[in-house]
């Protein structure tokens, strides 16, 4: 198996950025998309006798509200994989990657899940983009958009919301010492959004939500 991944490795030497995204506020990139990565992988892994398979896919998924007002869902996986070589046999242990994808419908998963073979594809074969060292070029960040409480609020009060993700928000809030900050809570008083997503979740918790 290690050979015959081997020789896929040396057979893939690069795949450039050259997939096209214009995003708007989010500006224009250029990324190695999923197509482009299949197929230049599909006609090498068949040359070679060495097949892909998922084996377990572990997703969560959580509904929002874009700036348009639109509803997206957007969808997380992470996929265990096992490669078989020509013979039958394995790679020693199983891989992992992981992959998110926003949709209006019902691809979010299958997005998500071929995200994660990218992923899986580039990194265990160690695809260089052939692109120049990024060392090379001074990027200066810009902050990263924080969540309002205001709207952790909302998300905690869609019935929708489960309790897992109500503890996930609750964790999110603690980790940044944000449990304390008050919002308007849904009878008009003011509330601390830590104390609402545990009042919501003991709610949930009594009503079997």
């Known amino acids: 198996m290690h050979v015959a991944w081997q020789r896929v490795m040396t057979s893939i030497r690069k795949i450039g950025k050259r997939d096209e995204f214009k995003g708007g506020t989010a500006g224009t990139f ?31 998924y959580r509904d929002f509200k874009n700036n348009n007002n639109k509803i997206q869902r957007e969808c997380t996986v992470t996929v265990t994989w096992m490669v078989i070589g020509p013979g039958g ?12 994808a926003l949709d209006t419908s ?3 998963t299958a997005k998500a899940q071929s995200v994660a073979l990218r ?12 692109d120049p060292d990024p060392d090379s070029q001074y ?17 905690a009060l869609e019935e929708t919301t489960s309790k897992t993700r109500l503890r996930q928000m609750h ?39």
């Not at 999923?34 to 969560?60: I, M, Q, W, Y």
């Not at 990027?139 to 998300?155: F, H, S």
């Not at 008050?182 to 079997?208: M, P």
């Open 171 to 209: 964790w999110e809030l603690k980790s940044a010492r944000r449990l304390g900050e008050l919002v308007e809570n849904e009878v008009g008083d003011e509330e601390a959004i830590g104390d609402l997503i545990v009042r919501v979740g003991k709610s949930r918790e009594a009503g079997g939500a």
């Open 119 to 130: 992923v899986l594809l580039l990194t265990a074969a160690m695809v260089p983009t052939g």
């Open 106 to 108: 019902d691809k979010g």
């Open 30 to 60: 250029n990324f190695r998309g999923v197509d482009r990565t299949v197929n230049n992988f599909a006609p090498v892994l068949r040359e070679h006798g060495v097949l892909v398979l998922p084996v377990k896919v572990d997703a969560s």
């Open 89 to 100: 046999d394995t790679l020693p242990s199983t891989l992992q990657s992981a992959g998110e």
């Open 139 to 155: 990027i200066e960040r810009g902050e990263a958009q924080v969540r309002t409480a205001a709207n952790y609020r909302d998300e």
